[in-house]
């Protein structure tokens, strides 16, 4: 069964950091581009960054270029985001994504259940 | 504020047809493809159309999809009451080098 399995939310300052993983199963990893994409409560949807199948290239929002680092081991078949300086505005609900193809369309077939970050003192 | 336009809200009766619009412009829509979700309350997004018109296995064929220049349209035909949820266009935009997504539209089925 193809899946992913978000971990690492939770609560954290102003200013604070933390690194959300997704696990990946069913499928060979490599061969696919991969997306995180947060909702902010009530919100609509956002897409955040992404990175191609071998991590060669990596795309970010203006909204956390800087902040924020995405990554994969494909050894391991897992993705991860760095998120650094925090701001309450980045609380959302996080999701990863896998592309449908090795490139960056926006067209996104698998999803996991999400991971909560709440930045709040 | 969305670099993709959607109607806040759409409605229709069970058995109706709807189409939900979303506008963009050349640097996104218009030189790329688009993607279309559905989102139930409480769940992840799920893929109903990708690449302008594609259907994913197990979509109905009730969905579908058109594009037309910087714009781009999602039909619902046969319209059911478990399809009511907030639907969003995607696309990636050159400009920003990155992905957009629409504002989203809530579905009501009355």
């Known amino acids: 069964e193809v899946q992913l399995l978000e971990s690492g939310g939770g609560l954290v300052q102003p200013g604070g950091s933390l690194r959300l993983s997704c696990a990946a199963s069913?499928?060979?990893?490599?061969?696919?581009?991969m997306s995180w994409v947060r909702q902010a409560p009530g919100k609509g949807l956002e897409w955040v960054s992404a990175?191609?199948?071998?991590?060669?290239?990596?795309y970010y929002a203006d909204s956390v270029k800087g902040r924020f680092t995405i990554s994969r081991d494909n050894s391991k078949n897992t993705l991860y985001l760095q998120m650094n300086s925090l701001r309450a505005e980045d609380t959302a609900v996080y999701y990863c994504?896998?592309?449908?193809?090795?490139?960056?369309?926006?067209?996104?077939?698998?999803w996991g259940q999400g991971t909560t970050v709440t930045v709040s003192s | 504020q969305s670099v993709l336009t959607q109607p806040p809200s759409a409605s229709g009766t069970p058995g109706q047809r709807v189409t939900i619009s979303c506008s963009g412009s050349?640097?996104?829509?218009?030189?790329?493809?688009v993607n279309w979700y559905q989102q139930l309350p409480g769940t992840a997004p799920k893929l109903l159309i990708y690449?302008?018109?594609q259907r994913p296995s197990g979509v109905p064929d009730r969905f579908s999809g058109s594009k037309s220049g910087t714009s781009a349209s999602l039909a619902i035909s046969g319209l059911q009451s478990e399809d009511e949820a907030d639907y969003y266009c995607?696309?990636?935009?050159?400009?920003?080098?990155?992905?957009?997504f629409g504002g989203g539209t809530k579905l009501t089925v009355l």
């Open positions: 994504a896998k592309e449908n193809y090795d490139f960056c369309h926006l067209g996104m077939d698998v």
């Open positions: 069913g499928f060979t990893f490599s061969s696919y581009a």
């Open positions: 990175i191609s199948g071998s991590g060669g290239s990596t």
């Open positions: 050349s640097s996104n829509i218009g030189s790329n493809t």
């Open positions: 690449s302008n018109n």
């Open positions: 995607a696309a990636w935009d050159d400009s920003l080098n990155g992905g957009v």
